[in-house]
């Protein structure tokens, strides 16, 4: 699945600083009390690299400090052209483990989830939707998530799902991300929010935080370019605007349990090292 294909340009989000203080800073203070035992990194962030030798990439990426690995469905599939049991060895061989996937969810689910148990994967995601016509579209999409959830948990993993900013955006006086996780079984749908595309959407991550406790069990910890409006503006960590160590800390009194790190834009070092940067800014928060 080719997430390019998938992400269209929003309109332009308002001002952060002036609707968010708490959360728009541009510090790269964080805390040094801890938030979290490791941290992963989700391997879109590495799509233009990974391709070519995947393995030398993994090697790469434990070196950086990162111990969790969140998939995605290229070319080379969820477990990069190897078996998933070959997979996980390799992984384990460099200090990695996988624990989530992004996926096409609408074909052979099933086949999928059990792949991914079997390695002792936790989530099976889906990454976009993309805007709906209408509240209804969004539930439909809502029971075929619970029918997913269904599948996964049989084979012993979660379904869940992750949002873009559109998700966040009125239609016909209600929000789809609110009627996704209300008509949605706690039991068998998760979530991953994306906490960069709940601020480009002029919405506090902390609202849905805390009104869904122990819904939201992953996060895309990606940052956002200072004073812009462009949607598509994700940068090294704590080079942007997003004060994490404060909604991250809250997050996990809310029920967070993976802390993913994600990059779609660089600088003029690249995606290799900028994910070190980043690697080293989330070391310290590490306890």
Known sequence: MNRRQFVVKTGQATTLLALFPNIACGSKTVSTD????EFGI??????????????????QIAK?????????????????GMKPKEFKTFLNGEGLKLVSS??????????????VA?????????????????IDDFKIYADKFNKAGEICK????????HNHDYSFKELEGQIPQQVLMDFTNPEL???????????????????????????????????RIKNTTEAFASCTLGDGSIKY????????TYGMEYFIYEQEKYNKKGALLNAKESALYLKKMLR
């Open 118 to 134: 079997s390695i002792d994967g936790k989530y099976l995601i889906c990454p976009w939707l993309g805007p709906q016509k209408s």
């Open 154 to 161: 049989k084979e012993g993993i979660t379904f869940a799902y």
């Open 189 to 223: 749908v998760a979530f991953e929010m994306d906490i960069y595309w709940v601020v480009t959407a002029g919405v506090d991550p902390l609202e849905y935080l805390s009104k869904y406790k122990n819904r939201f069990k992953l996060c895309h910890i990606k940052d």
């Open 102 to 115: 992004h996926c096409d969810w609408t074909k052979d689910l099933q086949q999928k989830a059990a792949q």
């Open 34 to 37: 801890g938030i979290f035992k």
């Open 42 to 59: 989700q391997l879109w962030t590495l799509k233009d690299v990974i391709n070519d030798n995947p393995k030398e990439i993994f090697q």
């Open 64 to 80: 950086m400090g990162y111990t969790q690995i969140e998939s995605f469905e290229g070319e080379k599939g969820i477990f990069w």
């Open 245 to 252: 160590a404060e909604i991250l800390t809250k997050a996990k």
